[in-house]
Protein backbone atom coordinates (compact mmCIF):
# COMPACT_ATOMS: atom_id res chain seq x y z
CA UNK A 1 0.00 0.00 0.00
CA UNK A 2 2.82 2.42 0.69
CA UNK A 3 4.29 1.71 -1.98
CA UNK A 4 1.50 2.35 -4.64
CA UNK A 5 0.69 5.28 -2.17
CA UNK A 6 4.51 6.36 -3.31
CA UNK A 7 3.90 5.64 -6.96
CA UNK A 8 0.70 7.90 -7.21
CA UNK A 9 2.48 10.38 -5.64
CA UNK A 10 5.44 10.60 -7.78
CA UNK A 11 3.10 10.72 -10.96
CA UNK A 12 0.87 13.46 -9.41
CA UNK A 13 3.01 15.56 -8.43
CA UNK A 14 3.90 17.58 -11.30
CA UNK A 15 0.25 16.40 -12.94
CA UNK A 16 -1.28 19.66 -14.67
CA UNK A 17 -4.49 18.70 -13.88
CA UNK A 18 -3.70 19.41 -10.10
CA UNK A 19 -1.39 22.05 -10.48
CA UNK A 20 -3.29 24.23 -12.93
CA UNK A 21 -6.65 23.74 -10.79
CA UNK A 22 -4.62 24.30 -7.25
CA UNK A 23 -3.31 27.58 -8.83
CA UNK A 24 -6.69 28.49 -10.59
CA UNK A 25 -8.45 28.43 -7.54
CA UNK A 26 -5.81 30.31 -5.95
CA UNK A 27 -6.16 32.99 -8.63
CA UNK A 28 -9.70 33.31 -8.38
CA UNK A 29 -9.63 33.90 -4.66
CA UNK A 30 -7.23 36.68 -4.89
CA UNK A 31 -9.83 38.14 -8.24
CA UNK A 32 -12.87 37.25 -5.32
CA UNK A 33 -11.02 39.76 -2.65
CA UNK A 34 -9.99 42.23 -5.32
CA UNK A 35 -13.38 42.48 -7.14
CA UNK A 36 -15.17 42.55 -3.24
CA UNK A 37 -12.71 45.18 -2.25
CA UNK A 38 -13.51 47.41 -5.44
CA UNK A 39 -17.09 47.12 -4.67
CA UNK A 40 -16.85 47.60 -1.54
CA UNK A 41 -15.73 50.97 -1.91
CA UNK A 42 -18.00 51.25 -5.20
CA UNK A 43 -21.13 50.11 -4.11
CA UNK A 44 -23.40 51.93 -7.07
CA UNK A 45 -26.71 50.36 -6.40
CA UNK A 46 -26.15 46.72 -5.68
CA UNK A 47 -28.84 45.21 -3.61
CA UNK A 48 -26.68 43.30 -1.00
CA UNK A 49 -23.35 46.00 -0.99
CA UNK A 50 -19.82 44.29 0.06
CA UNK A 51 -18.75 44.91 3.67
CA UNK A 52 -15.40 46.23 3.67
CA UNK A 53 -15.65 44.12 7.29
CA UNK A 54 -16.21 40.78 5.34
CA UNK A 55 -12.89 41.25 3.82
CA UNK A 56 -10.95 41.78 6.65
CA UNK A 57 -8.50 38.52 8.10
CA UNK A 58 -11.24 37.79 11.01
CA UNK A 59 -13.87 37.34 8.64
CA UNK A 60 -11.74 35.49 5.94
CA UNK A 61 -12.72 31.70 6.97
CA UNK A 62 -16.60 32.73 5.63
CA UNK A 63 -14.98 34.45 2.83
CA UNK A 64 -13.03 31.68 1.87
CA UNK A 65 -15.74 29.34 2.28
CA UNK A 66 -17.90 31.33 -0.43
CA UNK A 67 -14.89 30.62 -2.90
CA UNK A 68 -14.99 27.06 -2.12
CA UNK A 69 -18.30 26.42 -2.90
CA UNK A 70 -19.26 25.97 -6.00
CA UNK A 71 -16.35 27.07 -7.59
CA UNK A 72 -13.82 24.75 -5.81
CA UNK A 73 -16.32 22.14 -5.61
CA UNK A 74 -16.77 22.35 -9.57
CA UNK A 75 -12.90 22.25 -10.24
CA UNK A 76 -12.71 19.12 -7.79
CA UNK A 77 -15.06 17.32 -9.95
CA UNK A 78 -13.05 18.36 -13.42
CA UNK A 79 -9.51 17.05 -11.43
CA UNK A 80 -11.22 14.18 -10.40
CA UNK A 81 -12.84 13.29 -14.02
CA UNK A 82 -9.19 13.79 -15.26
CA UNK A 83 -7.27 11.89 -12.55
CA UNK A 84 -9.45 8.42 -13.24
CA UNK A 85 -10.12 9.17 -16.70
CA UNK A 86 -7.14 9.78 -18.84
CA UNK A 87 -5.59 6.38 -17.10
CA UNK A 88 -7.96 4.63 -20.15
CA UNK A 89 -6.72 6.97 -22.53
CA UNK A 90 -3.82 6.85 -22.07
CA UNK A 91 -3.34 3.19 -21.71
CA UNK A 92 -1.57 3.47 -17.80
CA UNK A 93 -4.69 1.69 -16.35
CA UNK A 94 -3.25 -1.74 -17.82
CA UNK A 95 0.53 -0.63 -17.10
CA UNK A 96 -0.06 -0.54 -12.71
CA UNK A 97 -2.66 -3.29 -13.22
CA UNK A 98 0.19 -5.57 -14.38
CA UNK A 99 2.47 -4.73 -11.70
CA UNK A 100 2.52 -6.22 -8.30
CA UNK A 101 -0.20 -4.84 -6.13
CA UNK A 102 -3.51 -6.01 -6.61
CA UNK A 103 -6.86 -3.34 -8.40
CA UNK A 104 -8.05 -2.63 -5.21
CA UNK A 105 -4.72 -1.76 -3.38
CA UNK A 106 -3.93 0.81 -6.66
CA UNK A 107 -7.45 2.36 -6.36
CA UNK A 108 -6.89 2.65 -2.32
CA UNK A 109 -3.11 4.66 -3.40
CA UNK A 110 -4.90 6.52 -5.81
CA UNK A 111 -7.99 7.55 -3.62
CA UNK A 112 -5.31 8.61 -0.28
CA UNK A 113 -3.08 10.71 -2.98
CA UNK A 114 -6.47 12.70 -4.98
CA UNK A 115 -7.72 12.95 -0.78
CA UNK A 116 -4.01 14.37 0.04
CA UNK A 117 -4.45 16.98 -3.34
CA UNK A 118 -7.87 17.93 -2.34
CA UNK A 119 -6.66 18.79 1.10
CA UNK A 120 -3.17 20.92 -0.57
CA UNK A 121 -6.05 22.78 -2.74
CA UNK A 122 -7.56 23.40 0.16
CA UNK A 123 -4.76 24.71 2.07
CA UNK A 124 -3.81 26.88 -1.03
CA UNK A 125 -7.08 28.18 -0.37
CA UNK A 126 -6.74 29.18 2.43
CA UNK A 127 -3.12 30.48 2.71
CA UNK A 128 -4.23 32.68 -0.52
CA UNK A 129 -7.56 33.97 1.55
CA UNK A 130 -5.38 35.01 4.44
CA UNK A 131 -2.79 36.75 2.78
CA UNK A 132 -4.94 38.47 0.92
CA UNK A 133 -7.19 39.95 4.06
CA UNK A 134 -3.99 41.00 5.00
CA UNK A 135 -3.38 42.66 1.64
CA UNK A 136 -7.22 44.33 2.13
CA UNK A 137 -6.23 45.32 5.99
CA UNK A 138 -2.96 46.46 5.73
CA UNK A 139 -3.87 49.19 2.63
CA UNK A 140 -7.38 50.05 5.18
CA UNK A 141 -4.93 50.44 7.89
CA UNK A 142 -7.54 47.93 9.68
CA UNK A 143 -5.84 46.24 12.80
CA UNK A 144 -5.07 42.68 11.52
CA UNK A 145 -7.00 39.92 13.86
CA UNK A 146 -7.37 36.44 13.15
CA UNK A 147 -10.33 34.29 14.04
CA UNK A 148 -9.74 31.64 16.78
CA UNK A 149 -7.71 28.33 15.34
CA UNK A 150 -10.68 25.88 15.96
CA UNK A 151 -12.91 27.99 13.55
CA UNK A 152 -9.93 28.19 11.03
CA UNK A 153 -9.58 24.32 10.75
CA UNK A 154 -13.21 23.47 10.96
CA UNK A 155 -13.43 25.78 7.99
CA UNK A 156 -10.81 23.47 6.56
CA UNK A 157 -12.15 20.38 7.25
CA UNK A 158 -15.34 21.63 5.66
CA UNK A 159 -13.76 22.39 2.15
CA UNK A 160 -12.09 19.62 2.22
CA UNK A 161 -14.35 17.18 2.77
CA UNK A 162 -16.93 19.31 -0.09
CA UNK A 163 -13.82 19.07 -2.43
CA UNK A 164 -13.13 15.25 -1.69
CA UNK A 165 -16.65 13.95 -1.88
CA UNK A 166 -17.19 16.52 -5.38
CA UNK A 167 -13.37 14.94 -6.44
CA UNK A 168 -14.61 11.47 -5.93
CA UNK A 169 -18.16 12.52 -8.67
CA UNK A 170 -15.69 13.07 -10.82
CA UNK A 171 -13.35 10.70 -10.06
CA UNK A 172 -16.40 7.85 -10.28
CA UNK A 173 -17.37 9.02 -13.76
CA UNK A 174 -14.18 9.36 -15.00
CA UNK A 175 -13.78 5.54 -14.46
CA UNK A 176 -17.46 4.62 -15.65
CA UNK A 177 -17.18 6.88 -18.55
CA UNK A 178 -13.62 5.77 -18.92
CA UNK A 179 -12.75 9.14 -20.75
CA UNK A 180 -12.75 12.64 -18.64
CA UNK A 181 -14.09 14.86 -21.17
CA UNK A 182 -17.56 13.13 -21.09
CA UNK A 183 -17.02 12.51 -17.49
CA UNK A 184 -16.40 16.31 -16.09
CA UNK A 185 -18.97 17.42 -18.42
CA UNK A 186 -21.52 15.60 -17.14
CA UNK A 187 -20.06 15.98 -13.73
CA UNK A 188 -20.58 20.12 -13.81
CA UNK A 189 -23.76 19.85 -15.48
CA UNK A 190 -25.08 17.83 -12.65
CA UNK A 191 -23.28 20.55 -9.77
CA UNK A 192 -24.69 23.39 -11.77
CA UNK A 193 -27.81 22.19 -12.82
CA UNK A 194 -29.71 19.00 -12.30
CA UNK A 195 -28.93 19.05 -8.79
CA UNK A 196 -30.16 21.96 -8.66
CA UNK A 197 -33.43 21.61 -11.13
CA UNK A 198 -34.26 18.14 -9.03
CA UNK A 199 -34.53 19.53 -5.87
CA UNK A 200 -36.74 22.03 -6.31
CA UNK A 201 -38.89 19.80 -8.34
CA UNK A 202 -38.72 17.49 -5.20
CA UNK A 203 -39.44 20.32 -2.70
CA UNK A 204 -42.08 21.52 -4.86
CA UNK A 205 -44.05 17.99 -4.37
CA UNK A 206 -47.03 17.71 -2.57
CA UNK A 207 -46.54 21.00 -0.97
CA UNK A 208 -42.99 19.93 0.10
CA UNK A 209 -44.09 16.75 2.18
CA UNK A 210 -40.86 14.97 0.13
CA UNK A 211 -38.53 18.06 1.35
CA UNK A 212 -36.29 15.59 2.66
CA UNK A 213 -35.24 13.65 -0.28
CA UNK A 214 -34.19 17.20 -1.19
CA UNK A 215 -31.85 17.17 1.92
CA UNK A 216 -29.86 13.95 1.03
CA UNK A 217 -28.73 15.40 -2.46
CA UNK A 218 -25.20 15.79 -2.01
CA UNK A 219 -24.70 19.76 -2.26
CA UNK A 220 -27.48 20.77 -0.92
CA UNK A 221 -25.43 19.04 2.13
CA UNK A 222 -22.53 21.15 1.29
CA UNK A 223 -24.23 24.27 0.89
CA UNK A 224 -25.85 23.38 4.55
CA UNK A 225 -22.13 22.68 6.14
CA UNK A 226 -21.13 26.09 4.92
CA UNK A 227 -24.25 28.30 6.12
CA UNK A 228 -23.41 26.68 9.38
CA UNK A 229 -20.40 29.37 9.75
CA UNK A 230 -22.40 32.14 9.91
CA UNK A 231 -25.60 31.36 11.76
CA UNK A 232 -26.97 34.64 11.48
CA UNK A 233 -27.81 33.36 7.80
CA UNK A 234 -28.09 30.38 9.06
CA UNK A 235 -31.52 28.99 7.15
CA UNK A 236 -30.81 25.41 6.20
CA UNK A 237 -33.15 22.36 7.03
CA UNK A 238 -29.83 20.38 7.18
CA UNK A 239 -27.72 20.40 10.94
CA UNK A 240 -24.24 20.29 10.43
CA UNK A 241 -23.74 17.27 11.62
CA UNK A 242 -25.72 15.74 9.25
CA UNK A 243 -24.26 17.64 6.64
CA UNK A 244 -21.12 16.01 7.69
CA UNK A 245 -22.72 12.40 7.71
CA UNK A 246 -24.42 12.64 4.51
CA UNK A 247 -21.56 13.56 3.13
CA UNK A 248 -19.43 11.38 4.15
CA UNK A 249 -21.62 8.74 3.19
CA UNK A 250 -21.86 10.11 -0.70
CA UNK A 251 -18.07 10.09 -0.66
CA UNK A 252 -17.73 6.77 1.06
CA UNK A 253 -20.54 5.56 -1.47
CA UNK A 254 -18.81 7.22 -4.73
CA UNK A 255 -15.09 5.20 -3.73
CA UNK A 256 -16.79 2.04 -3.13
CA UNK A 257 -18.65 1.92 -6.28
CA UNK A 258 -15.70 3.16 -8.46
CA UNK A 259 -13.88 0.35 -6.67
CA UNK A 260 -16.29 -2.41 -7.58
CA UNK A 261 -16.41 -1.20 -11.07
CA UNK A 262 -12.44 -1.18 -11.41
CA UNK A 263 -12.36 -4.81 -10.46
CA UNK A 264 -15.16 -6.59 -12.19
CA UNK A 265 -14.78 -4.63 -15.26
CA UNK A 266 -12.32 -5.90 -17.95
CA UNK A 267 -9.33 -3.89 -19.12
CA UNK A 268 -9.25 -3.91 -22.43
CA UNK B 1 10.35 -21.81 -10.66
CA UNK B 2 9.52 -25.40 -9.87
CA UNK B 3 7.19 -26.52 -12.59
CA UNK B 4 8.56 -26.06 -16.40
CA UNK B 5 5.60 -25.17 -17.54
CA UNK B 6 5.24 -21.39 -17.32
CA UNK B 7 2.20 -20.35 -18.96
CA UNK B 8 -0.74 -23.41 -19.09
CA UNK B 9 -4.36 -22.79 -20.16
CA UNK B 10 -7.02 -25.22 -20.77
CA UNK B 11 -10.35 -24.32 -23.00
CA UNK B 12 -9.57 -20.49 -22.80
CA UNK B 13 -11.97 -19.14 -24.08
CA UNK B 14 -13.31 -15.37 -24.20
CA UNK B 15 -16.65 -13.80 -25.28
CA UNK B 16 -17.82 -9.84 -24.98
CA UNK B 17 -20.54 -9.29 -24.43
CA UNK B 18 -21.56 -8.11 -28.01
CA UNK B 19 -21.46 -11.84 -29.00
CA UNK B 20 -18.30 -11.94 -30.38
CA UNK B 21 -16.07 -15.34 -29.40
CA UNK B 22 -12.84 -13.72 -29.48
CA UNK B 23 -11.04 -16.69 -27.92
CA UNK B 24 -12.00 -20.05 -28.22
CA UNK B 25 -10.96 -22.79 -26.49
CA UNK B 26 -7.30 -22.71 -26.11
CA UNK B 27 -4.74 -25.12 -25.13
CA UNK B 28 -1.58 -23.59 -25.02
CA UNK B 29 1.56 -24.61 -22.90
CA UNK B 30 5.11 -22.42 -23.01
CA UNK B 31 8.07 -24.22 -21.41
CA UNK B 32 10.38 -22.23 -19.20
CA UNK B 33 13.33 -21.00 -20.96
CA UNK B 34 11.86 -20.83 -24.16
CA UNK B 35 10.98 -18.04 -26.80
CA UNK B 36 7.58 -19.26 -27.80
CA UNK B 37 5.71 -16.96 -30.64
CA UNK B 38 2.35 -16.48 -30.74
CA UNK B 39 1.27 -16.35 -34.08
CA UNK B 40 -1.79 -15.39 -35.67
CA UNK B 41 -3.16 -12.48 -37.98
CA UNK B 42 -4.87 -9.04 -37.19
CA UNK B 43 -7.74 -9.87 -35.15
CA UNK B 44 -7.22 -13.50 -34.50
CA UNK B 45 -7.13 -13.04 -30.70
CA UNK B 46 -3.78 -13.02 -29.58
CA UNK B 47 -4.13 -9.67 -27.78
CA UNK B 48 -7.02 -11.12 -25.55
CA UNK B 49 -5.19 -14.13 -24.61
CA UNK B 50 -1.96 -12.42 -23.46
CA UNK B 51 -4.72 -9.91 -21.54
CA UNK B 52 -6.69 -13.23 -20.19
CA UNK B 53 -3.34 -14.33 -18.93
CA UNK B 54 -1.90 -10.87 -17.38
CA UNK B 55 -5.09 -10.18 -15.67
CA UNK B 56 -6.49 -7.83 -17.48
CA UNK B 57 -9.68 -9.45 -18.70
CA UNK B 58 -11.60 -11.95 -17.53
CA UNK B 59 -12.32 -15.53 -19.53
CA UNK B 60 -15.97 -16.43 -20.25
CA UNK B 61 -14.85 -20.02 -19.29
CA UNK B 62 -11.70 -22.32 -19.38
CA UNK B 63 -8.37 -22.08 -17.15
CA UNK B 64 -4.76 -20.44 -17.03
CA UNK B 65 -1.89 -21.14 -14.59
CA UNK B 66 1.06 -18.15 -15.40
CA UNK B 67 4.05 -18.52 -13.28
CA UNK B 68 2.26 -21.09 -11.09
CA UNK B 69 -0.86 -18.68 -10.23
CA UNK B 70 -3.75 -17.71 -11.68
CA UNK B 71 -3.93 -14.97 -13.83
CA UNK B 72 -3.67 -11.51 -12.05
CA UNK B 73 -2.20 -12.97 -8.86
CA UNK B 74 0.06 -10.28 -7.51
CA UNK B 75 2.39 -13.62 -6.41
CA UNK B 76 2.36 -14.00 -10.04
CA UNK B 77 2.39 -10.92 -11.24
CA UNK B 78 5.20 -10.12 -9.34
CA UNK B 79 7.24 -12.64 -11.87
CA UNK B 80 5.84 -11.31 -14.49
CA UNK B 81 6.77 -8.57 -17.37
CA UNK B 82 4.60 -7.43 -19.84
CA UNK B 83 4.29 -5.26 -22.95
CA UNK B 84 0.15 -5.32 -23.88
CA UNK B 85 -0.75 -3.87 -27.26
CA UNK B 86 0.62 -0.07 -27.06
CA UNK B 87 3.21 0.90 -23.69
CA UNK B 88 0.75 3.11 -21.61
CA UNK B 89 2.99 5.45 -19.96
CA UNK B 90 2.35 9.26 -18.26
CA UNK B 91 2.91 11.95 -21.46
CA UNK B 92 3.93 14.39 -19.40
CA UNK B 93 6.38 12.31 -17.47
CA UNK B 94 10.12 11.58 -18.62
CA UNK B 95 10.54 8.17 -19.42
CA UNK B 96 12.96 7.80 -16.27
CA UNK B 97 10.27 9.31 -13.49
CA UNK B 98 7.71 7.03 -15.91
CA UNK B 99 9.78 4.07 -15.01
CA UNK B 100 10.40 5.44 -11.75
CA UNK B 101 6.53 5.08 -11.13
CA UNK B 102 6.35 1.45 -12.25
CA UNK B 103 9.58 0.63 -9.74
CA UNK B 104 7.64 1.96 -7.32
CA UNK B 105 4.25 -0.10 -7.83
CA UNK B 106 6.31 -3.29 -8.60
CA UNK B 107 8.22 -2.96 -5.67
CA UNK B 108 11.59 -2.59 -7.29
CA UNK B 109 14.82 -0.68 -6.26
CA UNK B 110 14.89 2.53 -8.05
CA UNK B 111 18.59 1.26 -8.76
CA UNK B 112 16.84 -1.05 -11.57
CA UNK B 113 15.65 1.78 -13.73
CA UNK B 114 18.97 3.08 -14.77
CA UNK B 115 19.95 -0.61 -15.31
CA UNK B 116 16.95 -1.30 -17.98
CA UNK B 117 17.50 1.74 -18.98
CA UNK B 118 20.91 1.14 -20.22
CA UNK B 119 19.71 -2.59 -21.75
CA UNK B 120 17.06 -0.87 -24.23
CA UNK B 121 19.70 2.13 -25.06
CA UNK B 122 17.22 4.81 -24.29
CA UNK B 123 19.59 6.27 -21.12
CA UNK B 124 20.74 9.48 -23.03
CA UNK B 125 16.98 10.18 -23.83
CA UNK B 126 15.26 9.03 -20.96
CA UNK B 127 14.93 12.75 -19.51
CA UNK B 128 12.51 13.59 -22.40
CA UNK B 129 9.04 13.67 -22.48
CA UNK B 130 7.17 10.27 -23.14
CA UNK B 131 4.94 12.17 -24.87
CA UNK B 132 7.93 13.76 -27.24
CA UNK B 133 8.90 10.19 -27.59
CA UNK B 134 9.03 7.74 -31.06
CA UNK B 135 7.18 5.34 -31.44
CA UNK B 136 10.27 3.07 -31.75
CA UNK B 137 11.47 4.54 -28.49
CA UNK B 138 7.82 4.33 -26.45
CA UNK B 139 8.32 0.51 -27.45
CA UNK B 140 11.75 0.45 -26.07
CA UNK B 141 10.56 1.95 -23.17
CA UNK B 142 7.55 -0.56 -22.96
CA UNK B 143 9.87 -3.13 -23.06
CA UNK B 144 12.44 -1.30 -20.22
CA UNK B 145 9.18 -1.15 -18.17
CA UNK B 146 8.47 -4.98 -18.33
CA UNK B 147 12.31 -5.82 -18.02
CA UNK B 148 11.76 -3.63 -14.60
CA UNK B 149 10.95 -6.75 -12.40
CA UNK B 150 13.89 -9.04 -13.93
CA UNK B 151 10.81 -11.56 -14.68
CA UNK B 152 10.69 -15.36 -15.06
CA UNK B 153 8.20 -14.92 -17.91
CA UNK B 154 8.07 -12.03 -20.22
CA UNK B 155 4.91 -11.02 -22.19
CA UNK B 156 5.48 -9.04 -25.46
CA UNK B 157 2.20 -8.55 -27.71
CA UNK B 158 4.04 -6.78 -31.05
CA UNK B 159 6.81 -5.45 -29.77
CA UNK B 160 7.85 -4.60 -33.07
CA UNK B 161 5.00 -2.72 -33.99
CA UNK B 162 5.17 1.02 -35.70
CA UNK B 163 8.85 0.29 -36.76
CA UNK B 164 10.70 1.05 -39.04
CA UNK B 165 12.59 -1.61 -40.37
CA UNK B 166 16.15 -1.08 -38.30
CA UNK B 167 14.10 -0.36 -35.38
CA UNK B 168 12.44 -4.51 -35.76
CA UNK B 169 16.13 -5.67 -36.62
CA UNK B 170 17.45 -4.18 -33.36
CA UNK B 171 13.94 -4.93 -31.43
CA UNK B 172 14.14 -8.71 -32.68
CA UNK B 173 18.35 -8.67 -31.56
CA UNK B 174 16.66 -7.35 -28.13
CA UNK B 175 14.33 -9.82 -27.71
CA UNK B 176 16.94 -12.46 -28.43
CA UNK B 177 19.09 -10.88 -26.16
CA UNK B 178 16.92 -10.93 -23.16
CA UNK B 179 15.60 -14.39 -24.27
CA UNK B 180 18.99 -15.95 -22.94
CA UNK B 181 19.14 -18.36 -19.93
CA UNK B 182 15.95 -19.11 -17.82
CA UNK B 183 13.69 -16.42 -18.49
CA UNK B 184 10.80 -17.12 -21.08
CA UNK B 185 9.42 -15.10 -23.19
CA UNK B 186 5.98 -15.49 -24.91
CA UNK B 187 5.97 -13.28 -27.85
CA UNK B 188 2.75 -11.97 -29.85
CA UNK B 189 3.56 -11.41 -33.48
CA UNK B 190 1.68 -11.30 -37.01
CA UNK B 191 5.02 -11.18 -38.96
CA UNK B 192 6.03 -14.29 -39.89
CA UNK B 193 10.09 -13.82 -40.70
CA UNK B 194 10.02 -12.44 -36.72
CA UNK B 195 8.91 -15.32 -35.72
CA UNK B 196 10.94 -17.63 -37.48
CA UNK B 197 14.27 -15.71 -36.41
CA UNK B 198 13.65 -15.24 -32.62
CA UNK B 199 11.46 -18.32 -31.35
CA UNK B 200 12.07 -21.94 -30.22
CA UNK B 201 8.44 -23.18 -30.24
CA UNK B 202 5.09 -21.18 -32.28
CA UNK B 203 1.87 -21.34 -31.48
CA UNK B 204 -0.77 -20.74 -34.45
CA UNK B 205 -4.20 -18.83 -33.72
CA UNK B 206 -6.72 -18.27 -35.82
CA UNK B 207 -10.09 -16.92 -35.40
CA UNK B 208 -9.65 -17.38 -31.91
CA UNK B 209 -8.64 -21.52 -32.23
CA UNK B 210 -5.56 -22.33 -31.73
CA UNK B 211 -4.78 -24.53 -34.79
CA UNK B 212 -0.93 -25.64 -34.47
CA UNK B 213 1.33 -25.66 -31.34
CA UNK B 214 5.08 -27.05 -32.36
CA UNK B 215 8.51 -26.19 -32.59
CA UNK B 216 9.05 -24.17 -35.60
CA UNK B 217 11.09 -26.90 -36.96
CA UNK B 218 7.87 -29.25 -36.62
CA UNK B 219 6.06 -26.88 -37.92
CA UNK B 220 8.08 -26.15 -41.34
CA UNK B 221 8.37 -29.94 -41.87
CA UNK B 222 10.99 -32.30 -42.54
CA UNK B 223 13.39 -31.30 -44.53
CA UNK B 224 13.69 -33.07 -48.86
CA UNK B 225 14.21 -32.43 -51.96
CA UNK B 226 12.03 -31.15 -54.64
CA UNK B 227 12.69 -33.08 -58.02
CA UNK B 228 11.72 -31.28 -61.58
CA UNK B 229 12.14 -34.32 -64.41
CA UNK B 230 10.43 -35.70 -68.14
CA UNK B 231 9.28 -38.05 -68.09
CA UNK B 232 8.13 -37.44 -64.49
CA UNK B 233 5.94 -40.87 -64.60
CA UNK B 234 9.60 -42.42 -64.70
CA UNK B 235 11.43 -40.48 -62.60
CA UNK B 236 8.40 -41.26 -59.97
CA UNK B 237 9.02 -44.78 -60.29
CA UNK B 238 12.91 -44.81 -60.13
CA UNK B 239 12.84 -42.56 -57.53
CA UNK B 240 10.25 -44.88 -55.34
CA UNK B 241 12.55 -47.91 -55.93
CA UNK B 242 15.27 -45.52 -54.26
CA UNK B 243 13.30 -43.78 -51.39
CA UNK B 244 9.75 -46.20 -51.75
CA UNK B 245 6.69 -44.61 -52.53
CA UNK B 246 5.76 -43.35 -49.28
CA UNK B 247 8.73 -40.62 -49.41
CA UNK B 248 7.37 -38.89 -52.88
CA UNK B 249 4.49 -36.75 -52.71
CA UNK B 250 3.60 -35.00 -56.41
CA UNK B 251 3.25 -31.48 -56.31
CA UNK B 252 2.55 -28.77 -59.40
CA UNK B 253 4.32 -30.77 -61.43
CA UNK B 254 7.72 -31.86 -59.25
CA UNK B 255 8.08 -34.64 -57.48
CA UNK B 256 8.74 -33.83 -53.57
CA UNK B 257 10.90 -36.20 -52.20
CA UNK B 258 11.43 -36.34 -47.99
CA UNK B 259 15.30 -37.33 -47.81
CA UNK B 260 18.51 -35.38 -47.04
CA UNK B 261 19.33 -33.02 -49.53
CA UNK B 262 22.49 -34.60 -49.91
CA UNK B 263 21.28 -37.34 -51.62
CA UNK B 264 20.88 -34.81 -54.43
CA UNK B 265 23.89 -35.78 -56.73
CA UNK B 266 22.36 -39.68 -56.12
CA UNK B 267 19.22 -38.51 -57.49
CA UNK B 268 20.37 -36.73 -59.94
CA UNK B 269 23.24 -39.76 -61.31
CA UNK B 270 20.31 -42.62 -61.35
CA UNK B 271 17.74 -40.28 -62.86
CA UNK B 272 20.28 -39.34 -65.74
CA UNK B 273 21.43 -42.75 -66.03
CA UNK B 274 17.78 -43.93 -67.20
CA UNK B 275 17.36 -41.18 -69.59
CA UNK B 276 15.43 -39.09 -67.88
CA UNK B 277 15.93 -35.02 -67.98
CA UNK B 278 16.04 -33.27 -65.15
CA UNK B 279 15.08 -29.35 -65.17
CA UNK B 280 15.15 -29.16 -61.53
CA UNK B 281 16.75 -30.53 -58.25
CA UNK B 282 17.24 -28.54 -54.93
CA UNK B 283 16.96 -28.53 -51.33
CA UNK B 284 12.25 -27.82 -50.51
CA UNK B 285 12.02 -26.25 -47.10
CA UNK B 286 8.59 -25.29 -46.94
CA UNK B 287 8.88 -21.52 -45.66
CA UNK B 288 6.45 -20.60 -42.09
CA UNK B 289 4.45 -18.34 -44.52
CA UNK B 290 3.48 -21.33 -46.53
CA UNK B 291 2.83 -23.38 -43.11
CA UNK B 292 0.89 -20.42 -41.83
CA UNK B 293 -1.66 -20.00 -44.84
CA UNK B 294 -2.05 -23.69 -44.66
CA UNK B 295 -3.15 -23.23 -41.11
CA UNK B 296 -4.90 -19.96 -40.95
CA UNK B 297 -7.13 -20.56 -44.34
CA UNK B 298 -5.50 -16.92 -45.77
CA UNK B 299 -4.82 -16.51 -48.61
CA UNK B 300 -1.09 -15.76 -49.70
CA UNK B 301 -1.00 -12.13 -51.22
CA UNK B 302 -4.81 -10.86 -50.39
Given at each position: ?37 Y ?6 S ?117 F ?18 A ?5 L????S ?70 L??V? | ??N ?65 Q ?83 L??L ?68 V ?77
Amino acid sequence: MIATIRAEWRKSRFRPAFLIGTGLLGALTVLAYGVNWYLAHHPGSAERPVSILSLYPDQFVATVLGAGFPLGAAMAIVVGAIYAGSEFGWGTLKTMFTQRPGRLTVWAGRMTVFAAWMLIMTLVLFAIGAASSVVVATFESHVITWPAAIDVAKGIGAIWLIFTVNGAIGMALGVLIKQPAAALGVGLVYLLSVEIIAVRFVDALNNGAYKWIGNLFVNQNASALLQSFTPARNASAISAEQAVIVLAAYGIGLVVIAAGLLRLRDVT
Amino acid sequence: MENTTVVETHSLTKRYGSGVLAVDSVDMSVQRGEVYGFLGPNGAGKTTTLRMLVGLIRPTSGTATVAGQAPGHPNGLKRIGSLIESPGFYPYLSGRENLRVVADLAGVNQRRVDEVLDVVELGTRAHRKFGTYSTGMKQRLGVAAALLKDPDLLILDEPTNGLDPQGMAEMRKLIKDIGQGDRTVLLSSHLLGEVEQICDRVGVISNGKLVKQSTVQELLGEEGVLVRAQPIDQANEILSRMFGADAITRQDGALHLKTRPAQSMEINRQLVAAGIGVSELRPFERSLEEVFFQLTGEKQGS
